[in-house]
């Protein structure tokens, strides 16, 4: 029996593109929700579950920042997927037959220009590769799918257009997830490494300036700083970070130490090997804080 990886979605979606992708040979579960994905791992169902974690344009996935703080399960392992979306309708229809176009409301919006240039009345679905499921299901020439392109031979689709997105160059940030397991040691995880990590500052004027600091003064490349609410209070405010290295680094234990003089929490979501694509994409672009 293969071993088996979650996500959420419905087959053909990109996160479960991704599955195979990291995966190849595993069995991929779509799951309902995140949350189901999560209970998957920490039920033994799946090994692991693929989680899409931030966008190049439509930024941070929703829910996401409040879910992985919760969970016991750690980030073993990052993914870049370029973003491909086709114009899918059902077989024997022509494109200019079409009317409207379904998909998920990112998805509506990252192909805004093929949409305006047809004249389609753009609809709202959950998910991606669902809109191309219920395409084929009504059988009707009138209604499109913007799907990842695994939807169409999923579905049985028509593909009228590939590579339809308005930016080439959108991608899309996966995390791998696993139970709950020790931080890799600087031995086990001797390349460029990622540590993804939460902390909420002390009640103090220009706390989070101060606790940012010691990354700063060390050279740590900082790639994702996000804040929000817990416990339904203003001032109660947590922060997701990414930075580029290992804990056990002496410029990391330096910024870990004065963070932690800041902070009244500090938790380690997972450290991983950073993705080659960060890596490209780093010679190209300017340092972060």
């Given at each position: 029996?293969a071993?088996?990886?979650a996500?959420q ?5 990109n996160s479960?593109?991704a599955?195979l ?12 929700s ?7 791992v920490?039920?033994?169902?799946t090994e692991?579950a693929m989680i899409?974690i931030?966008?190049?344009?439509a930024?941070?996935?929703?829910d ?9 399960l750690q980030?073993?392992?990052?993914f870049?997927l ?12 022509t494109?200019e037959?079409a009317?409207?176009v379904h998909s998920h ?7 805004r220009?093929l949409?305006r ?8 679905a959950?998910d991606t590769?669902g809109s191309a499921?219920e ?5 009707d ?5 913007l799907?990842p392109p ?5 579905y049985g689709?028509q593909v009228?257009a590939?590579?339809?997105?308005d ?10 997830l696993?139970?709950s397991r020790?931080?890799p ?8 490494a990622?540590?993804?990590f939460v902390?909420r500052v002390?009640n103090?004027?220009?706390?989070l300036y ?6 700063a003064?060390n050279?740590?490349n900082?790639t994702?700083l ?6 339904g209070?203003f001032?109660?405010?947590?922060f997701m970070v ?10 990391m234990?330096h910024?870990f130490?004065?963070?932690?003089f800041f902070?009244?929490e ?5 450290v991983?090997p950073?993705h080659?694509?960060?890596?490209h ?6 340092a972060g804080?």
């Amino acid at each position: 029996m293969a071993p088996a990886i979650a996500y959420q979605g419905e087959p053909g979606s990109n996160s479960h593109m991704a599955c195979l992708e990291v995966r190849p040979g595993w069995d991929a579960v779509p799951c309902a929700s995140f949350e189901d994905a999560f209970a998957a791992v920490t039920s033994g169902e799946t090994e692991l579950a693929m989680i899409p974690i931030d966008n190049s344009i439509a930024g941070r996935v929703a829910d996401i920042h409040a879910l992985l703080p919760k969970t016991t399960l750690q980030i073993v392992e990052e993914f870049f997927l370029p973003i491909r979306f086709s114009l899918l309708g059902i077989p024997g229809a022509t494109v200019e037959q079409a009317r409207e176009v379904h998909s998920h409301i990112h998805a509506l919006g990252q192909c805004r220009k093929l949409i305006r240039r047809l004249g389609l009345t753009p609809v709202i679905a959950g998910d991606t590769a669902g809109s191309a499921r219920e395409v084929a299901e009504w059988n009707d020439p009138t209604k499109v799918s913007l799907a990842p392109p695994m939807a169409a031979e999923l579905y049985g689709l028509q593909v009228f257009a590939e590579k339809v997105e308005d930016d080439p160059t959108n991608t899309t940030r996966f995390v791998v997830l696993a139970d709950s397991r020790p931080v890799p040691s600087r031995e086990e995880l001797p390349g460029p490494a990622v540590t993804s990590f939460v902390f909420r500052v002390r009640n103090v004027p220009s706390a989070l300036y101060k606790a940012l600091g010691g990354f700063a003064t060390n050279g740590i490349n900082m790639t994702r700083l996000e804040s929000y609410m817990v416990g339904g209070e203003f001032a109660a405010t947590m922060f997701m970070v990414d930075v580029e290295g290992h804990p056990e680094d002496q410029s990391m234990v330096h910024a870990f130490e004065e963070l932690e003089f800041f902070t009244t929490e500090i938790r380690i979501l997972g450290v991983y090997p950073a993705h080659p694509f960060r890596l490209h994409r780093g010679a190209e672009q300017p340092a972060g804080a």
